[in-house]
């Protein structure tokens, strides 16, 4: 019996170990399952999974995370009827709501695959057992054709919509489709994985407005900035903004508690005299000078090096670059107020702009960059 025993017992150390089968931070072809439970691929659908409701899955045995933290998710798929709107679901290790570590909502009523990307609420690494699900019963359903993970931090000074959240409380909206609402009486939205950089930002702004019984509120509210919690007596508050009366502008305020690094962010509202804060977008900046040496986000492969220093009186860009290359100065609500071509060091003089926020786009012939600045005297 003794050797039986022994038997068992290493079998059952062994059944934990997950070698990895695919790579998480390539391409995984959705039809690559290892087991479909409900869900119809192969051969009925030989290059998609498709009839993601009701909890049904697909499961990928010993997903390879990497060492870095993967804390983001692309998918190309497409929803059918009411499940346009709907969440799909990533599980890791064992298929209950314990081992859920993000996200992605499926929106668009279409007949054609589009790419949806979101954030995870947890960062992942190492090899795990992947499970994607939705949770959400009827009629139609969400096809995938590809997914794949990334570590892709949030720049905390370029614009973050404010309806790209990864979590939020319940109260909190998104009407119009890229308003956050409802920001009053406690509510309040998560932002994951924010990078404040190596130096840490002096302010933030925000292009909010208040509301009140119909129309624009006439008095100011305030629009808190917490990192680690949205609760005020876990988290740390690193800025309070003042969302003044009228409609939509650009409110800026200094941080109280500069933070660098990446930081889950938190806007909260305690507004409790009826009127609701819409908020649009917010960034992170230093106004009075920014010395940023970087390297362009659009590609790993394909990178732009340069440099940024911003003062009061002008915008100097040193790109490593070799040709032409395009500046353009874009306001929030898509105006352009200055387009030129430059080769080598290019100076733009700021005196005639307005104060406020501004989106900087470097072009070249197949690449781009995109950065927030924001002008204040």
């Known amino acids: 019996m003794n050797p039986v025993k022994s038997l068992v017992i290493v079998v059952a150390s062994l059944s934990f170990i997950v070698s990895a089968q695919h790579n998480g931070l390539d391409t995984i072809q959705a039809e690559a399952a290892d087991t479909l439970v409900g869900v119809i691929g192969p051969p009925a659908y030989p290059t998609k999974v498709t009839s993601f409701i009701d909890s049904n899955y697909a499961k990928y045995t010993g997903v390879d995370f990497g060492t870095e933290s993967v804390n983001s998710i692309t998918a190309n798929a497409v929803c ?38 979101g954030m995870l609420d947890t960062a992942i690494t190492g090899v795990h057992d992947l499970y994607i699900t939705n949770y959400n019963t009827g009629g139609g359903g969400i096809a995938i054709d590809w997914f794949m993970f990334g570590a892709n931090n949030i720049d905390a000074q370029t614009t973050i919509q404010a309806e790209s959240f990864t979590e939020k409380s319940e109260g909190a909206t998104v009407y119009p489709e890229t308003i956050l609402n409802n920001m009053k009486e406690g509510n309040w939205a998560k932002y994951s994985f924010v990078d404040l950089g190596t130096t840490a930002p002096e302010s933030v702004s925000v292009f909010a407005a208040g509301y009140y019984g119909g129309s624009f509120a006439a008095t100011s509210q305030d629009l808190f900035v917490y990192a680690g919690s949205h609760d005020s007596t ?54 009075s000078s920014i010395v940023d040496t970087r390297h362009d986000i659009v590609s790993q492969k394909t990178m732009i090096p340069y440099a940024i220093i911003q003062n009061t009186s002008s915008l100097i860009i040193d790109p490593n670059l070799a040709g032409e290359y395009t500046v353009s100065l874009v306001r929030p609500n898509g105006s352009v107020v200055m387009k030129e071509h430059f080769t080598g060091k290019s100076q733009i003089p700021l005196g005639n702009l307005a104060d406020g926020a501004y989106t900087l786009i470097l072009q070249t012939e197949n690449r781009t960059h995109r950065r927030n600045i924001v002008i204040g005297r």
């Open 80 to 117: 059918v009827d009411n499940y346009c709107g709907k969440d799909l679901v990533f599980i890791i290790d064992t298929f209950d709501s314990t081992g859920i570590i993000g996200k992605l909502r499926v929106t668009d009523n279409m007949s054609e695959f589009k790419l949806f990307s």
């Open 234 to 287: 876990v988290g740390t508050q690193i800025a309070k903004v003042t969302i003044g009366s009228g409609e939509y502008q650009v409110y800026s305020a200094a941080l109280d508690t500069p933070l660098t690094g990446v930081h889950d962010l938190y806007l909260v509202a305690y507004v409790s005299n009826g009127v609701n804060i819409l908020v649009d977008w917010f960034t992170f900046a230093s106004p």
